[in-house]
């Protein structure tokens, strides 16, 4: 019978490979297959976006929907630009939040859409910008006089000034 002991090894040893895909059979406790490699721990943004929602809802600070862009200006003449930003808001702790994708441009870049959220600062840098490019028009920006007519004579409504009694001189 020892040819029958051989046999059945080698039947066992077979059925082993095919259950275990050819491991040993210290595989693990209970039939349970090992662990190969180690559970991948959660990253440091995904556990850093965890921690800031947190500190966010502690403020209540509440959603505001629907803006389409905010632009950040900064003291270099650069503008950080928000297309479709998340922006979130918290009055009472004087807080606002703005998150999404960012584009850091100068200002020259986004001016025609953008000239109405420059505040005097940034006009007066922008003035700077222009004069240093050589272009001077209506306040130093090029094109911001009257569509159609040249620079230069765009001055025609304005009286020039005279000295003296204004009241006499418009009389005459």
Do not use: W
């Not at 039947?11 to 349970?32: D, N, Q």
């Not at 006009?123 to 700077?128: M, P, R």
């Not at 490019?133 to 007519?149: E, F, I, L, N, S």
């Amino acid at each position: 019978m020892p040819s029958s002991e051989t046999e059945l090894a080698d039947a066992r040893a077979k059925m082993i490979a095919k259950r275990f895909g050819g491991a040993s059979a210290a595989t693990g406790g209970k039939g349970a297959a090992r662990r190969k490699k180690k559970a991948a721990s959660r990253s440091s943004s995904a556990q850093s976006d965890v921690k800031l929602s947190a500190a966010l809802k502690k403020l209540g600070a509440t959603n505001i929907p629907a803006i389409e862009e905010v632009n950040l200006f900064k003291e270099d003449g650069k503008v950080i630009h928000f297309v479709n930003p998340k922006v979130q808001a918290s009055i009472q702790a004087n807080t606002y939040i703005v998150s999404g994708p960012s584009d850091t441009k100068p200002l020259q870049e986004l001016l025609p859409s953008i000239v109405s959220q420059l505040g005097m600062d940034n006009i007066s840098q922008l003035q700077n910008a222009m004069a240093a490019q050589g272009g001077a028009g209506a306040g130093g920006m090029p094109g911001m006089g009257m569509p159609g007519v040249p620079e230069e004579e765009d001055d025609d409504d304005v009286p020039d000034l005279v000295d003296g009694n204004f009241e006499e001189v418009s009389e005459a």
